[in-house]
């Protein structure tokens, strides 16, 4: 019996954490793809700043609020401009970012396909 | 032939690349935030500084006057010495200084206040850095010029006399 409870306790334990973990690490996702705006080359994440502290409690604020990913990075965005978000939204001025692997992609692959065929 | 258009892809592909790159190098690579963009105050609610009570932004910045949001806290050097010049700007009646008070030690903020004097109408409290995010601000100090609920100008970093003299001609 005293085992039965043992295990009991142990495996709601562990499932309490395991739902938390979940939440923190949906936290973290979140804040790894924003930059802190006001160090060099850190994202929220990883900074101890002031600015990201706060960041951070309104992210968690946000989550438990019912808000997806994407809402809460419209909502950074629209605060702070595109720059907060390491990953940039296709737009005019990035499309060439998009674009160009995959330009040089066909290029290369071009090539290839030639020589295969002047081999044979 | 086909050996005279490899060349002349390679170099004009070349050519691509160094154009992107030369263009590159005019754009400054520090980032700026935009300072007037004409936005929306954020809705929030606070408790205010003396008496502690709860007050939703929509019954602050609710008249046809302009409104100095001013983040400050004692901790931060700046913030003192732009003080002298927003107890100046306080003798100026068309504007209206609401101070809001960030990540502050109660006494350390009532010192403050004590020490160098108060121009604000009402000091709210953010004590966990969330309502200045809701502004969209960097830290402290930082300073919002709003009229008519939206953000006409943003000041990041302390004001100097300069700055007084825009905010000024503004409000005129």
């Not at chain 2, 502690?52 to 913030?79: A, E, G, H, R, T």
């Not at chain 2, 020490?115 to 309502?131: A, C, Q």
């Not at chain 2, 200045?132 to 009229?147: D, H, M, N, R, S």
């Amino acid at each position: 019996m005293k085992i039965l409870k043992l295990i009991f306790i142990t495996f709601l334990v562990f499932s309490l954490n395991y739902l938390n973990a979940d939440e923190i690490d949906f936290q973290n996702k979140i804040t790894k793809n924003l930059r802190c705006l006001i160090c060099q080359g850190q994202s929220v994440y990883d900074s101890d700043s002031e600015f990201a502290i706060s960041v951070k409690l309104v992210v968690k604020n946000k989550i438990n609020a019912g808000l997806s990913e994407k809402e809460i990075y419209n909502f950074l965005t629209e605060k702070y401009g595109e720059w907060i978000l390491y990953d940039p939204k296709l737009n005019k001025n990035t499309y060439i970012l998009w674009f160009l692997p995959l330009l040089i992609f066909l290029f290369g692959g071009a090539i290839v396909i030639k020589k295969f065929i002047n081999i044979r | 032939m086909n050996n005279k258009i490899f060349p002349i892809i390679v170099i004009s592909f070349f050519i691509f690349i160094f154009f992107i790159f030369f263009k590159g190098l005019n754009n400054s690579n520090t980032y700026k935030p935009s300072d007037n963009e004409n936005k929306i105050i954020p809705k929030f609610s606070a408790y205010t500084f003396f008496d502690n009570k709860l007050v939703y932004s929509d019954n602050i910045f609710n008249q046809k006057k302009f409104y100095l949001l001013n983040i400050w806290s004692s901790w931060c050097l700046p913030c003192r010495e732009e003080h002298p010049l927003i107890m100046n700007l306080k003798e100026n009646s068309k504007i209206e200084i609401i101070g809001l008070n960030y990540k502050d030690k109660d006494k350390n903020a009532k010192k403050f206040i004590n020490d160098l004097g108060n121009p604000y109408s009402k000091i709210l409290l953010d004590e966990d850095g969330t309502k200045a995010i809701e502004w969209g601000a960097y830290g402290v100090p930082e300073t919002f010029l709003i009229f008519e609920n939206k953000i006409i100008k943003k000041y990041i970093g302390p004001l100097n006399s300069e700055l007084i003299l825009e905010i000024e001609s503004f409000v005129k």
